[in-house]
């Protein structure tokens, strides 16, 4: 994590182009050899913390209340992951805005974010699954691709702009608006 963490902050600062695996590197105190170890490229290098926002949103839907409803569940898990301060701090969130950006701006770096998307959207159809004692891989991908893509559009909505992390243009309050739109779905007949 310390090498995703070094490469953000070098493409925070400096952006993308102007940072070297060489520089990312040197930044996490390891030799070049070291991180081509690990990565393939320097865009791989944040994935990351890509994935960790990911899977702790995965993780906080697995813990929420057993007697919420899918729907109820997704938004308690949303709530507690998308609201600065709850699992991510405000000045984290500023990070998290500029390496969304980067994703829709660089390819290299959007491939990264559309894999650690999908993979996140695997191991909640597998969240899904445990939630609610049922083997229907099929119904379970679509509803988890369905609640990550409303999660997705949200943040990179925001991302986009120049709004607070917090209040009604913030991600939680997009991606909320997003899954309210959702709650007419028939879940019980996809993941039931």
């Not at 990911?54 to 839907?61: E, F, H």
């Not at 290299?108 to 445990?130: D, F, I, M, N, P």
């Not at 999660?151 to 309210?180: F, K, Y």
Request: charged residues 20%; contains cysteine; glycine residues 6%.
């Amino acid at each position: 994590m310390e090498i995703a963490r070094a490469a953000a902050a070098l493409f925070v600062r400096q952006g993308i182009r102007a940072t070297r695996a060489e520089d990312i590197a040197q930044a996490a105190g390891i030799a070049p050899r070291t991180f081509y170890r690990y990565f393939a490229t320097k865009e791989e290098s944040v994935s990351p913390l890509y994935a960790a926002g990911a899977d702790r949103w995965t993780q906080a839907v697995r813990n929420a209340p057993a007697d919420l409803s899918i729907p109820e569940a997704l938004e308690h898990a949303l709530r507690h992951t998308l609201t600065p301060g709850a699992a991510v701090s405000e000045s984290s969130w500023q990070w998290v805005r500029t390496l969304v950006r980067q994703a829709t701006t660089n390819p290299a770096l959007r491939k990264v974010w559309a894999e650690v998307c999908h993979e996140a959207e695997g191991k909640l159809a597998q969240t899904l699954a445990e939630r609610t004692g049922t083997d229907n891989v099929a119904a379970h991908h679509f509803a988890a691709a369905v609640a990550a893509a409303s999660i997705r559009v949200a943040v990179e909505t925001w991302a986009t702009g120049e709004a607070p992390a917090e209040g009604p243009q913030g991600p939680a309050a997009q991606a909320l608006r997003n899954l309210e739109a959702l709650r007419n779905f028939p879940w019980d007949d996809i993941t039931g």
